[in-house]
T-cell receptor
Framework: GAVVSQHPSWVICKSGTSVKIECRSLDFQATTMFWYRQFPKQSLMLMATSNEGSKATYEQGVEKDKFLINHASLTLSTLTVTSAHPEDSSFYIC??????????FGPGTRLTVT | SQQGEEDPQALSIQEGENATMNCSYKTSINNLQWYRQNSGRGLVHLILIRSNEREKHSGRLRVTLDTSKKSSSLLITASRAADTASYFCATGGSARQLTFGSGTQLTVLP
C-alpha cells in the first residue's frame, strides 16, 4: 500500500533555532498534503494544507511566518518551524492523499525545544 | 476548532470484554473515519463509513453512523491487551482535510 514517510522521527533543538520536517509520499504523487499538530494527550489539530506549486493554506490561529510550508514537488512537503520555542514542542504529523482518494498518514515527528 | 467530541475520554476494561466509544460531530460530513494511535506513534486507519451508510464491520470492529444525531460509535469486540491505544474519530468534508475528535484512551487489562 501507499506509504508516507516523515523525517526526522524525532528532533531536539534549542530555543530560537529553526527545524525542518519533511513529509514524503514514497510511491505516489500527492498534490495536497496536510500538516497536523498533536500536543501530549490531546487530539490532532489541522495546521495547514500544503498545495504543490502554490501557497499553503493555514488554519485560523496558525502563524504562517512561524510555520513555513513548502510543497515543491509532488512527493515532498516540508514544514519549517522558525525561531522555535518550548511551546512549539509537539508531535507533528502529515498526511497525503492518493489519486484514488485514499489518505495515508506519516509516522509523525516528535519535536522538543529546550 | 475541534469539531468532534468523544466519550468516554478514558475507558478501562478486562480482556475479552467489548469496548464501545462514541463520537459526536457538529456539521454535515461526507464520511467519518476511526483511527487508532499507540502512545507516541502515528495513526492507523481502522475504518471509514460514508454518510449514506449506517453500519460497517471490519473484523472485530463495528462502526455505526447516525447522521440525524450526528454521532457514530466504534465497538471493539472480544478486546485484547494489544487493543490498548487512543482511538479517534475524524470527519471528512469536501476539502479532504480531517477534523479529529478529542479521542478515547482505551486500556485493556490482561
Amino acid at each position: 500500500g501507499a506509504v508516507v514517510s516523515q523525517h526526522p522521527s524525532w528532533v531536539i533543538c534549542k530555543s530560537g533555532t529553526s527545524v525542518k520536517i519533511e513529509c514524503r509520499s514514497l510511491d505516489f504523487q500527492a498534490t495536497t498534503m496536510f500538516w497536523y499538530r498533536q500536543f501530549p494527550k490531546q487530539s490532532l489539530m489541522l495546521m495547514a494544507t500544503s498545495n504543490e506549486g502554490s501557497k499553503a493554506t493555514y488554519e485560523q490561529g496558525v502563524e504562517k511566518d512561524k510555520f513555513l510550508i513548502n510543497h515543491a514537488s509532488l512527493t515532498l512537503s516540508t514544514l519549517t518551524v522558525t525561531s522555535a520555542h518550548p511551546e512549539d514542542s509537539s508531535f507533528y504529523i502529515c498526511s497525503a492523499w492518493t489519486e484514488a482518494y485514499e489518505q495515508y498518514f506519516g509516522p509523525g515527528t516528535r519535536l522538543t525545544v529546550t | 476548532s475541534q469539531q468532534g467530541e468523544e466519550d468516554p475520554q478514558a475507558l478501562s476494561i478486562q480482556e475479552g470484554e467489548n469496548a464501545t466509544m462514541n463520537c459526536s460531530y457538529k456539521t454535515s460530513i461526507n464520511n467519518l473515519q476511526w483511527y487508532r494511535q499507540n502512545s507516541g506513534r502515528g495513526l492507523v486507519h481502522l475504518i471509514l463509513i460514508r454518510s449514506n451508510e449506517r453500519e460497517k464491520h471490519s473484523g472485530r470492529l463495528r462502526v455505526t453512523l447516525d447522521t440525524s444525531k450526528k454521532s457514530s460509535s466504534l465497538l471493539i469486540t472480544a478486546s485484547r491487551a494489544a487493543d490498548t491505544a487512543s482511538y479517534f474519530c475524524a470527519t471528512g468534508g469536501s476539502a479532504r482535510q480531517l477534523t479529529f475528535g478529542s479521542g478515547t484512551q482505551l486500556t485493556v487489562l490482561p
